[in-house]
């Protein structure tokens, strides 16, 4: 693969490049333009033949139809640096390089069209060979050479030879390059003419110049942006996007403002639809390309180096098949197909730009950063695309995602884009769910239980998660009730507390003291203060119920209790005092946990330092006194051994120990409510 960054000087790379990662415009039937032109850069391409296919013949020249020439004038937005390039091309022959989709086209035919009424142009296909190339004498004001194949190939000469005869037909000629990393500096010092940087527009004013031209009333088009709402900006318009996307934003909420008032997300999501359509379209034939455009519909937003690899891992995980052989006419099977052809070998820019993503660049470097979708809920639209037309792959998708890693953020992705394509397929998908959380990958339970916590909110999908997270809660495979452990979390998904819950009790009725249970049980533990964390006073409470009759209980129930409830307590200690002060069956529940947390030789020293951490409150909270005056007379009348531990220990400590006041009292109180006090 080329570097993609290069010296000014570095032609060779520079050529090398330009041939790895080149697309070639073709003309349209009877030498047209099509939309395009209007659109602000949408570009009309396809791929170079592949190694030893056959070729297409390109039509050579034709002229730009009026009536997209003037549509293209109507909604230009002027782009930075257009006043500089007019005065550029009275020269007669200059060069235009810049990105496609950037509104390049648009940018060029009104170079051209500068200063005349009713200009005629001709579109020149950039494989003509302008050596032997002429202008027509007259009737032609501006020729537009599209995308020569390698632009490094024009000699300074063959321009020179053009420039009498266009100037004799006033003409002008302009020559449309895609730009590459020191292109425009190399060719400009190669051929000794004009080279003119093209930079997009601002999107909102592409927007607005488009919108404006298709609903020419004022009032509408005010009602339509009021509707739209705050978010148009930030989620429709970002000032990152490109024209052609800015242009069919307008196009959409024109078309969709015919039935009245539209929002924001109703727009959003037949964009994403559209693109995800011609995305998915264009990819299905090139394994290189689907491969990158499924990883970036799972791992859009994180590092570009982490979206090119997941490609390159589905692509070595289906197979040298797969990789080899682009489909015709469908995407590629698995196995006994037919070898076509060598796939194209891709820039790394060409396959980010060819699926759709935007790089976003880190400060101060230009070859690290994070690639995305323009508008996100294209990568969801994506699935509903593959989910309809290439069910065939969901397997493979599945076990891929399955292996995504070890970080979290990778792990949070995978589960979404597995839980789309549930919602995608009504809920069919989830049979391979099964397999996907047995698979002996790090990252296998995570994945599945963040799509069990994601499909449960969806009417199509609720019924058939449930089903799944209660068999799977008493299943003999405990990385199956794993996942229901961790699909409990509120962090994990959709999961209501009360519905949690009752699964949590279904998973505790199935551990033993084998290490794989402990593994679950450690989930649970985690889970419960999570939950506990992040709920609300109600949900807390019934935690606490539900601790408790575990107190009650031998073995790992109780256990359990007595693990978590520091922890608990711990992480709001202001909520535990308000509760014991305000409740009295709240009271009970912590007092009979605290007492049983400490009993506990494993969780006695947690219980110790919440305790303790409890009595260092007083100071600055003096609010907490009362609660834990409670707790403490609470213990003392449950005269538990463990309280008893704790009172002793604090009591014997130094004189600056917390609450050594408190327990020495209380522990006057207690010995004189036997004859013979314990002195463990």
């Not at 000087?9 to 030498?31: C, F, I, K, Q, Y």
């Not at 930075?80 to 007669?92: I, K, W």
């Not at 109703?266 to 290189?288: F, G, I, K, Y």
């Not at 995407?331 to 980010?352: E, F, Y």
Request: aromatic share 4%.
């Amino acid at each position: 693969m080329t570097s993609e960054v290069f010296q000014a000087n570095d032609l060779d790379a520079l050529v090398a490049a330009l041939a790895a990662g080149r697309e070639m415009v073709v003309v349209a039937p009877n030498s047209t333009v099509n939309t395009g032109w209007v659109t602000g850069g949408q570009r009309h391409t396809v791929s170079t033949s592949a190694v030893g296919g056959p070729g297409v013949v390109p039509m050579r020249q034709g002229p730009v139809r009026a009536k997209e020439l003037q549509a293209a004038r109507r909604r230009f937005v002027p782009p930075p640096g257009f006043e500089e390039a007019l005065v550029a091309l009275e020269s007669g022959i200059s060069v235009l390089v810049g990105a496609p989709g950037t509104g390049r086209e648009t940018h060029a035919l009104n170079l051209l069209a500068h200063g005349e009424k009713d200009p005629v142009f001709v579109q020149v296909d950039g494989a003509v060979d302008l050596s032997r190339w002429v202008p027509r004498p007259q009737g032609v004001h501006g020729y537009l050479v599209v995308e020569p194949p390698d632009p490094f190939a024009l000699r300074p000469w063959d321009l020179s030879r053009l420039e009498a005869p266009l100037a004799e037909a006033g003409a002008r000629l302009l020559i449309m390059v895609a730009d590459a990393p020191g292109l425009a500096t190399s060719l400009g010092d190669h051929l000794g003419t004009p080279v003119l940087r093209h930079s997009p527009p601002d999107p909102r004013k592409v927007f607005s110049a488009h919108l404006r031209d298709a609903c020419t009333d004022e009032d509408i088009r005010n009602r339509l942006m009021r509707a739209l709402g705050p978010s148009l900006f930030d989620d429709l318009l970002p000032t990152e996007l490109p024209p052609r996307h800015a242009a069919q934003a307008a196009e959409a909420v024109a078309r969709l403002g015919t039935a009245g008032d539209v929002s924001c997300s109703e727009v959003l999501h037949v964009l994403a639809r559209a693109e995800a359509s011609d995305l998915v379209a264009q990819a299905q034939e090139d394994p290189v390309l689907l491969a990158h455009l499924l990883s970036l519909s799972v791992y859009g937003g994180l590092d570009r180096d982490i979206v090119m690899e997941r490609a390159t891992d589905l692509l070595k995980l289906a197979g040298p098949g797969w990789e080899q052989t682009p489909a015709a006419g469908s995407t590629c099977r698995q196995a006994g197909r037919k070898q076509v052809g060598a796939t194209r070998q891709w820039s790394v820019p060409g396959t980010l730009r060819a699926v759709g993503a935007h790089f976003t660049r880190q400060a101060d470097t230009d070859t690290t950063g994070t690639v995305s979708f323009y508008w996100p809920a294209v990568g969801n639209a994506v699935w509903e695309v593959l989910c309809r037309e290439h069910a065939d792959l969901l397997p493979l998708i599945h076990e891929w995602l399955a292996w995504t890693g070890y970080e979290p953020a990778q792990i949070e992705r995978a589960g979404q884009a597995v839980a789309a394509v549930a919602v995608a397929t009504g809920g069919r998908s989830l049979e391979l769910l099964r397999h996907l959380a047995l698979t002996q990958s790090p990252s296998a339970v995570e994945v599945a239980a963040r799509c069990l916590g994601e499909v449960v909110r969806y009417p199509a999908t609720t019924a058939k998660a449930e089903s799944l997270l209660e068999g799977w809660s008493v299943a003999v495979d405990a990385d199956m009730r794993n996942a229901v452990a961790y699909a409990c979390r509120s962090d994990r998904g959709q999961l209501r507390a009360g519905k949690a819950l009752q699964l949590i009790d279904l998973l505790m009725e199935t551990l033993s003291d084998d290490v794989d249970d402990m593994t679950v049980a450690g989930t649970i533990a985690a889970t419960l203060v999570q939950r506990f964390e992040e709920g609300d006073s109600r949900a807390r409470r019934t935690m606490l119920s539900q601790l408790r009759d575990w107190a009650a209980l031998d073995g790992v129930p109780g256990q359990m209790a007595a693990l978590t409830f520091p922890a608990m307590a711990g992480r709001d200690l202001p909520w535990c005092g308000d509760q014991i002060l305000s409740d009295a069956g709240m009271a009970s529940a912590m007092v009979r946990l605290t007492g049983h947390a400490l009993n506990e030789s494993v969780t006695y020293t947690f219980m110790r330092d919440v305790l303790l951490s409890w009595c260092c409150e007083l100071d600055s909270a003096p609010q907490l006194g009362p609660a834990l005056e409670e707790l403490l007379q609470g213990l003392v009348e449950a005269r538990e051994p463990g309280s008893l531990r704790w009172l002793l220990s604090v009591e014997r400590g130094p004189d600056s120990m917390p609450g050594k006041h408190v327990a020495t009292r209380l522990l006057t109180v207690w010995r004189s409510r036997t004859s013979t006090p314990n002195t463990d």
